[in-house]
């Protein structure tokens, strides 16, 4: 059984940094694309950084580029996200999901392609106060 849980979340004040884990069991994300995504009240889920199974291909939502670095640790089998300079904006639940690496597509809209996500983990919630 594929179980994603997610750590690392917390309550920040604006400027601070978070890191976010993810990992798996019963599936080796080297094998798989990982996106993290977030959703924050009312508003719908998006993808906030992708990495390609093989750690070589990044894509991040604009609003998180510069400020946000995801990467890979094989030998933990997680894949984390490095969350600086957080603004109030950033508040949301965060979650982490797989994948196949599309080959029919590339770019922040196929990389958001949610359905084509098999697994998900519970989230973990990010605050961050003014």
């Known amino acids: 059984q594929v179980q994603l849980v997610e750590s690392g979340g917390g309550l920040v004040h604006a400027g601070g940094s978070l890191t976010l884990s993810c990992a798996a069991s019963g599936r080796t994300l080297s094998s798989y694309a990982v996106g993290w995504f977030r959703q924050a009240p009312g508003k719908e889920r998006h993808l906030v950084a992708y990495?390609?199974?093989?750690?070589?291909?990044?894509t991040y939502e604009r609003s998180v580029e510069g400020r946000f670095t995801i990467s890979r640790d094989n030998a933990k089998n997680t894949v984390s996200l490095q969350l600086n300079s957080l603004r109030p904006e950033d508040t949301a639940v965060y979650s982490c999901a797989t994948r196949s690496d599309p080959d029919y597509c590339e770019g922040y809209d196929c990389y958001n392609q949610q359905i084509l996500y098999d697994y998900w983990g519970q989230g973990t919630q990010v605050t961050v106060h003014p």
């Open positions: 990495i390609s199974s093989n750690g070589l291909h990044k």
